[in-house]
């Protein structure tokens, strides 16, 4: 074969991987699409904490305590809103997330899960929440992680509002 004939076959497989999601990361939803969010509700901006007990906790998952979810304007990807989880030491690798607020609810979108023997995939998660006075609290919408880890600290307890 010439080198001209070469050209098409090895452009055809050089988009393969792009078209598979070539990064190395799975996704179990397909991607967020590039809509505007809703702004976030003033009520929900803040740093919100909460300790866990024993029997809150799934498998694996170190009481670290306290723990924070963390909302704030900025922060998120191409600087939109963000969603953290945070225990008393650090952001929780894989958790933090750009809100989408419609209602009472909330989707965090590409939210990371461990998984075992696969690592991280990302799933977006539809939390209801509300608010009263200096307490927040969550209830499960809809979550497809396996490990549960985000969904027992978001709704195990009520969050209060840290100064």
């Not at 809703?38 to 904490?49: F, Y």
């Not at 900025?74 to 933090?96: C, K, P, Q, R, V």
């Amino acid at each position: 074969m010439t080198r001209r004939h070469l050209t098409i076959p090895v452009l055809a497989l050089a988009l393969v991987p792009a078209a598979c999601g070539g990064s190395g990361e799975t996704t179990a939803t397909a991607p967020a699409t590039k809509s505007q969010p809703a702004a976030i509700p003033k009520e929900l901006v803040g740093t919100w904490k909460t300790t866990l007990r024993k029997s809150d906790a799934p498998p694996k998952l170190q009481l670290n305590n306290p723990f924070s979810v963390i909302i704030a304007s900025d922060g998120g990807i191409d600087n939109a809103a963000s969603f953290t989880l945070a225990d008393s030491t650090e952001s929780i690798e894989g958790e933090t997330s750009t809100p989408l607020f419609k209602g009472d609810t909330v989707t965090l979108r590409h939210e990371g899960c461990l998984e075992e023997g696969v690592g991280y995939r990302f799933y977006d998660n539809v939390y209801r929440y509300a608010v009263s006075g200096d307490t927040l609290t969550f209830k499960v919408v809809k979550n497809a992680c396996p490990d549960r880890h985000a969904e027992a600290i978001l709704t195990s307890r009520v969050f209060r509002r840290s100064p």
